[in-house]
């Protein structure tokens, strides 16, 4: 008997158009063994080559996912053959690239949210740093991974110095408005600069996720250094992560870098929860009136062209940067304030949609 669901699902999917193609990616022959379980649960296989948008995997897992009945989606994406024959894995010896190394389960360290830009001053630091302190006000367990080795701020927002102990070989966090911490600027002089290449930066992500005395976490949310490089694509091979928040200011020169960092993520299969836009406008402190500074409507621009949400508008608020370097978090010295609401909806929305996010296989190239 057909299966009512798994017609659905198709019909679904021929609503997704691949542009290189010119046509849907069914009619393309990208999707292949289709199954639908009783339980709901889709899975199928995905024909992705390296000149195909990495974006419509994420559009064939909406498609399907806004289906009634719809209770998960798994998709195997692999690389076609030149020849057309039996596609490989993406990453498969033969395919064109070497093997891409799988990353480790999450473990005890719960879900694991990088948040990302594609240039600096946007405000990412402070995003991560408000993130992680709005999941905790939630009765959560979080921790906060430094990985800016470049410019390591976040013990300065939570205004810790203390040298990290060492208890069973294993580095102890700090701990600061209900956030366990780690950042290189705990370890190294306040002076001394990081001039370091790739397997260093490595080998620092490495000994932060699996050397230190983390316990166990409901949520570790990773400050990752702006662009899209060394930390963010070695961070992506040692873990399995849940998903990248994407930080931007309206300008377009802002909102081009932030597009290729949510392009990258999406290259290595990890899904993009969704946009923030720091800095939307000014709240006057005395009225509260509404002044645009920048131009309008680019972070929405973005969730727009990437496919994902936005997250939430941050206002440029007065004091807000002199609360960071005094080490008060917005929502811990100013909870209701403006900035502190918008912030505050956003660790709602991120640790709703993290809930039932399921990671992208992981493609090479």
């Known amino acids: 008997m057909t299966n009512p669901l798994l017609a659905r699902v198709a019909g679904a999917l021929t609503?997704?158009?691949?542009?290189?193609?010119?046509?849907?990616?069914?009619?393309?022959?990208?999707?292949?063994?289709?199954?639908?379980?009783?339980?709901?649960?889709?899975?199928?296989?995905?024909a992705l080559s390296r000149d195909d948008p990495a974006s419509l995997v994420r559009e064939a897992r909406q498609a399907v996912r806004e289906l009634d009945g719809v209770t998960a989606v798994r998709i195997d994406v692999v690389e076609p053959t030149a020849s057309g024959g039996p596609a490989r894995p993406?990453?498969?010896?033969?395919?064109?690239?070497?093997?891409?190394?799988?990353?480790?389960?999450?473990?005890?360290?719960?879900?694991i949210i990088a948040v990302s830009s594609g240039k600096g001053g946007v405000g990412k630091s402070t995003v991560a740093a408000n993130?992680?302190?709005?999941?905790?006000?939630?009765?959560?367990?979080?921790?906060?991974?430094?990985?800016?080795?470049?410019?390591?701020?976040?013990?300065?927002?939570?205004?810790?110095?203390?040298?990290?102990?060492?208890?069973?070989?294993?580095?102890?966090?700090?701990?600061a408005h209900g956030v366990k911490l780690i950042s290189l600027g705990l370890l190294i002089?306040?002076?001394?600069?990081?001039?370091?290449?790739g397997p260093i930066i490595t080998k620092?992500?490495?000994?932060?996720?699996?050397?230190?005395?983390?316990?166990?976490?409901?949520?570790?949310?990773?400050?990752m250094p702006p662009g899209t490089g060394d930390a963010q694509l070695s961070l992506a091979q040692?873990?399995?992560?849940?998903?990248?928040?994407?930080?931007?200011?309206?300008?377009?020169?802002?909102?081009?870098?932030?597009?290729?960092?949510?392009?990258?993520?999406?290259?290595v299969g990890v899904p993009v929860l969704g946009i923030v836009e720091n800095m939307s406008w000014f709240a006057c402190?005395?009225?509260?009136?509404?002044?645009?500074?920048?131009?309008?409507?680019?972070?929405?621009?973005?969730?727009?062209?990437?496919?994902?949400?936005?997250?939430?508008?941050?206002?440029?608020?007065?004091?807000?940067?002199?609360?960071?370097?005094a080490g008060a978090p917005l929502l811990v010295a100013q909870p209701d304030s403006p900035a502190a609401v918008a912030l505050r909806g956003i660790a709602e929305a991120v640790r709703k949609l993290a809930g039932r996010t399921i990671a992208l296989p992981v493609l090479s190239g």
Not at 97 to 104: D, E, I, T
Not at 154 to 165: C, D, E, K, L, S
Request: net charge negative; hydrophobic share 45%.
């Open 15 to 46: 609503n997704v158009r691949n542009p290189r193609a010119a046509t849907d990616i069914i009619s393309a022959g990208m999707v292949r063994d289709l199954t639908v379980g009783a339980d709901g649960v889709v899975a199928f296989t995905f």
């Open 90 to 111: 993406a990453g498969a010896p033969g395919a064109g690239h070497p093997p891409a190394p799988a990353p480790a389960a999450s473990g005890t360290l719960g879900k």
């Open 131 to 175: 993130l992680a302190v709005g999941l905790a006000g939630q009765g959560v367990r979080v921790g906060l991974m430094d990985a800016d080795v470049y410019g390591p701020n976040i013990p300065r927002m939570f205004g810790v110095t203390a040298r990290p102990g060492v208890s069973g070989n294993k580095i102890v966090p700090l701990e």
């Open 189 to 197: 002089e306040r002076d001394q600069p990081a001039i370091w290449r």
């Open 204 to 223: 620092v992500i490495q000994q932060f996720l699996h050397d230190v005395d983390w316990g166990t976490l409901d949520y570790l949310i990773v400050d």
């Open 238 to 267: 040692a873990i399995q992560l849940t998903g990248a928040v994407i930080v931007t200011t309206p300008q377009e020169v802002a909102i081009g870098d932030a597009l290729r960092s949510a392009k990258m993520f999406e290259r």
């Open 285 to 325: 402190p005395h009225c509260g009136e509404r002044t645009e500074i920048f131009l309008t409507g680019g972070g929405a621009r973005l969730a727009a062209e990437v496919g994902v949400p936005l997250l939430g508008q941050i206002p440029l608020q007065a004091g807000a940067a002199d609360l960071g370097d």
